[in-house]
């Protein structure tokens, strides 16, 4: 099994008498998009905050390629790169000024990094201009290089679609998974929008009240695993009873007029042959694909923004 870049276990944060982060247990691997998906207030920004030391824990453990924050900050946070707050940056310097100046944090960092480091953000055309001139974009790109500059295990991005327009989100998610690819880099990115989080991410933590409440993979989520049918019988009731004999009972629900059964469309025509077998009459049939909206919604009670 390939080793975790970042292991949660128990981690809380409480403040006053209210646990802000309460028992976040997770693991991330290597060259994964991952975020943390929850409403405003959810304690998003608490467990970034925690995670590169930016403020205590109050219990549990936070470990980087193995290694605890707690015991060795300084250790741990050589393999992290974060963008926590906006990304510090000198805006009468030019782009390619204020790499040089941040790799002088690190030892190590050479020309020809920094030269890498652009040509992945797509930013060559421009580092030599003042930062002033950047647009929003642009200036979070430069603040991805700087972050990746000393080749971190993982980059933490807090909100990073905030004002960001759709081609600048499109962008964003493509030069992450750029450096998934070709850094084997593992990122995690925190917003409240499930739409953002669907098109950047290869799984998601959902965060309520400080709490995990689930952990998706997207490309699951959005699966055929999640389709049903629905069915109208002219006798309801005979036909829940003889379906119980096709399905489990966890996999069959009374809506109103209609039986849900979660299996998808390829068990229609059985359940149609028995059912009309049994004289019991099919007023209506089909498949319906549960939208990922409709996932989420139910896991969170209907409080998610989408
Ligand atoms: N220092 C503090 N003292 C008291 N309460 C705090 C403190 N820091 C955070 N909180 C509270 O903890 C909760 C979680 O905050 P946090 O900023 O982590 O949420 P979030 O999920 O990042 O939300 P947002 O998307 O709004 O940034 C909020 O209710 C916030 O008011």
């Known amino acids: 099994m390939t080793e975790a870049v970042l292991e949660l276990r128990n981690l809380t944060k409480r403040i006053g008498r209210r646990n802000i982060v309460d028992n976040l247990t997770f693991d991330i691997p290597a060259g994964e998009v991952f975020g943390f ?42 393999h992290v790169g974060a963008i926590v707050e906006n990304p ?44 002033k001139r950047y647009s929003l974009g642009m200036r979070q790109r430069l603040g991805v290089a700087q972050a990746i500059l000393h080749r971190p295990s ?12 759709p081609a600048g989100i499109r962008e964003l998610r493509d030069y992450l998974r750029k450096l998934t690819r070709e850094e084997g880099i593992s990122v995690i990115v925190s917003s409240h929008l499930l739409s953002e989080m669907e098109l950047m991410c ?82 209506g049939i089909h498949s319906v694909q549960k939208s990922l909206e409709d996932q989420f919604l139910e896991i969170t009670g209907g409080e998610m923004v989408v």
């Open 154 to 165: 993982l980059l933490i991005l807090d909100e990073p679609t905030n004002g960001l327009d």
């Open 37 to 78: 998906l929850g409403p405003n207030g959810a304690g998003k920004t608490t467990t970034i905050r925690m995670i590169v030391g930016l403020i205590s824990m109050t219990k549990g453990e936070v470990r980087i390629k193995g290694v605890s924050v707690k015991d060795h900050f300084e250790l741990a946070m050589t």
């Open 202 to 283: 290869d799984r998601v933590a959902i965060i309520q009240s400080g709490k995990l409440v689930d952990v998706r993979s997207m490309q699951d989520a959005s699966g055929a695993a999640q389709s049903k049918i629905l069915l109208e019988a002219g006798d309801p009731a005979a036909a829940r009873q003889l379906l119980s004999q096709l399905f489990d009972a966890s996999q069959l629900a009374v809506s109103g007029p209609y039986i849900e059964i979660a299996a998808d469309k390829s068990a229609i025509p059985n359940i149609a042959r028995v059912l009309v077998a049994a004289d019991i009459e099919v007023l």
């Open 88 to 131: 510090e940056m000198y805006k009468f310097l030019t782009g390619y000024q204020n790499l040089v100046h941040f790799a002088r944090r690190h030892s190590g960092v050479t020309k020809q990094r920094i030269d890498e480091v652009v040509s992945m953000l797509g930013l060559q055309n421009r580092i030599h201009e003042k930062v």
